[in-house]
């Protein structure tokens, strides 16, 4: 497959059992080495990996010209093989070189060793991709979506695209609008993501639909943001969570697998409450244990005030005990920002008879109280023990934070920990005037036994939606949908929205609805995070191959730009000056 009109081979596939063959090479110049007066050494470089020829030191040939070189391939002589090259025991020696193409300076190396500032990299995005740490990502993320497509199509669902001009969607980012220049004054929505397309699909009884789309979203930035993004996104007809869970389970498992060549095990699964009870986040990384313990009981008649709460919860964070006082004071500081009203620390240290506890409030504790915070926690001497006492909520939110922010390692170190979280609450919330946040779009189905809360009780209701995670990433997520009026109805009420609002957002899905949906369910899958994940990389850009910068710019097309003023004027536009 290597083999083209031009060359016999790729420069890093070849060995010493190549030796003696006569090839033909194409690449970039790598390196180039003077050899002695009449010879130099020049690293050929093409995406399988580099080559060192020997070449007359009259070829005039520099950094990053493009060249073809043909031939001979022989063993290096003894001792002057390089094991950090794939092809250190070979070299190409009586060559004849070709110019393809002279080349300006790069720009910087190109080399992974080389620390670039990413604006300058984004710059030249061209010259970025061509370093091996690039290539090897973008061709784990061309594996991953190969196999997720295989996986589909292999469980008889059907790839269909959906429009990119389209109207607003329910998933409550900010959209990007496109002026109509044959409808002056009106405008197409660029799709948060094709929420209602593919459930008008299972109207139309596609049955098991998936696309791999592009998502945009006008949202600030951040390293695993970009304001366009893609999904594997599904939708299945006549099924249960398990249905839709399995299906994405078996593309996901299969991409793993091609992107670094072990299936995991398992995929683990937790309730939403659980995962808040033990890990104080809906997303948990369960690399390492750290679990937050509940001390109800231990100061269930404390006299100790900041401790009367609806929850106190606690983090042992081993070794912890030797953190000095600076480091102590801003952990509180820091949980005062997450929104606790204080941050109780206790180190445990081995004591007389039972272990001992140096902390500001020591003095306060009774002995059981004490040997409670201990035993709860599992601290050993040297430990440091962090509690939180206030609503349940903000007890695990607060904790699961600072476990994250103790306990977490880089994102390409420890196992591969997939998780289902399931049964997440309807409503995330409530608004300033007291109506219920929806925590997903509203065409998510509240969980079964939970239907008659949502006039009365909404923050219990459960949902039917699902999230997959990795590592702490939410690598996508997913529900089953309302596809029966009434409900829909209760679920608009308790959102606080009129049907006559209903109708003129969402009139297409409804009315669509009223001509036989059936029940159905989906999943999105945010491939650049999990691609970002399998790569180890911490930022989605480092995974896209034209990102924009955390301030949605191009350095490289220069975009966003003004438009000419005719353009403008033939879309019927003006710009406001600031402040306009
Ligand atoms: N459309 C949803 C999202 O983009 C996913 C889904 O529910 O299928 O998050």
Redesign the pocket.
């Known amino acids: 497959m290597s083999a083209t009109g031009m060359r016999t081979h790729l420069c890093g596939e070849l060995r010493p059992a190549h030796a003696g063959g006569r090839v033909r090479l194409c690449g970039w110049v790598d390196r180039r080495r003077e050899h002695g007066e009449h010879l130099a050494f020049v690293d050929l470089r093409d995406h399988s990996g580099v080559v060192q020829c020997v070449v007359d030191g009259s070829v005039d040939v520099r950094s990053e010209w493009v060249v073809q070189v043909e031939g001979t391939v022989r063993p290096r002589p003894e001792g002057k093989g390089n094991t950090e090259l794939a092809t250190g025991e070979v070299e190409i020696v009586d060559c004849v070189v070709g110019i393809l193409a002279p080349a300006e300076a790069p720009p910087f190396p190109v080399d992974d060793r080389a620390e670039t500032d990413e604006s300058v990299r984004l710059r030249y995005r061209y010259v970025d991709l061509r370093r091996p740490r690039m290539q090897r990502n973008l061709r784990l993320r061309g594996r991953v979506l190969a196999a997720m497509r295989a996986a589909m199509v292999r469980q008889g669902f059907c790839e269909i695209e959906t429009p990119l001009l389209w109207t607003p969607t329910p ?1 409550g980012a900010r959209e990007f609008a496109v002026p109509a220049r044959l409808h002056r004054g009106e405008f197409y929505v660029l799709p ?4 209602i397309a ?1 459930q008008l699909l299972m109207v139309s009884g596609f049955d098991r639909y998936f696309q791999v789309a592009r ?1 945009l979203r006008d949202e600030d930035l951040r390293a695993d943001r970009q304001f366009e993004f893609t ?1 594997l ?3 299945m007809s006549f099924v249960t969570q398990q249905d839709v869970q399995d299906a994405v389970t078996e593309a996901v498992m299969d991409a793993t697998e091609a992107a670094v060549g072990e299936r995991p095990a398992v995929v683990e699964r937790m309730t939403w409450h659980e995962a808040m009870d033990r890990f104080g986040v809906d997303k948990p990384d369960l690399r390492f244990a750290m679990e937050l313990v509940d001390l109800g009981d231990v100061f269930a008649g404390t006299e100790v005030r900041a401790f009367g709460a609806e929850s106190v919860k606690a983090l042992c964070v081993a070794g912890g005990a030797s953190l000095g006082r600076n480091r102590l004071d801003a952990l509180v500081e820091r949980a005062k920002q997450l929104g606790a009203k204080g941050l109780a620390w206790f180190k445990v240290s081995a004591g007389a008879e039972a272990p001992a506890l140096d902390s500001p409030l020591d003095k306060f504790l009774t002995d059981d109280e004490r040997a409670g915070l201990v035993g709860a926690s599992a601290a050993r001497p040297g430990d440091l023990v962090l509690v939180v006492a206030d609503e349940w909520h903000t007890a695990c939110s607060v904790l699961g934070q600072l476990r994250l922010d103790l306990g977490r390692m880089p994102v390409g170190e420890g196992e591969r920990r997939f998780l289902w979280v399931t049964e997440f609450p309807m409503f995330e919330g409530l608004d300033d005037e007291g109506r219920p946040v929806a925590a ?2 509203p065409f998510t189905m509240p969980h079964p036994d939970d239907l008659d809360r949502l006039g009365t009780d909404p923050l219990r209701v459960r949902s039917q939606a699902y999230d997959l995670v990795l590592n702490g990433w939410e690598l ?4 089953i949908r309302i596809h029966r009026e009434d409900i829909q109805r209760r679920v608009f009420d308790a959102l606080g929205i009129p049907p006559e609002e209903a109708e003129a957002r969402f009139g297409f899905l409804l009315g669509a609805f009223r001509y036989g949906a059936p029940p159905h369910g ?3 899958v945010g491939v650049d995070r999990m691609v970002a994940a399998l790569a180890g990389e911490d930022s989605i850009r480092e995974v896209i191959a034209f990102p924009k910068t955390q301030s949605g710019t191009d350095p490289m097309t220069g975009a966003p730009k003004a438009l000419a003023p005719a353009a403008l004027r033939e879309l019927g536009l003006r710009v406001a000056r600031a402040g306009d």
């Open positions: 998933e948060q993501s094709p929420q593919k998502c999904q996104d599904i939708e997903h779009h996508g997520s997913g529900s989906g999943f999105a």
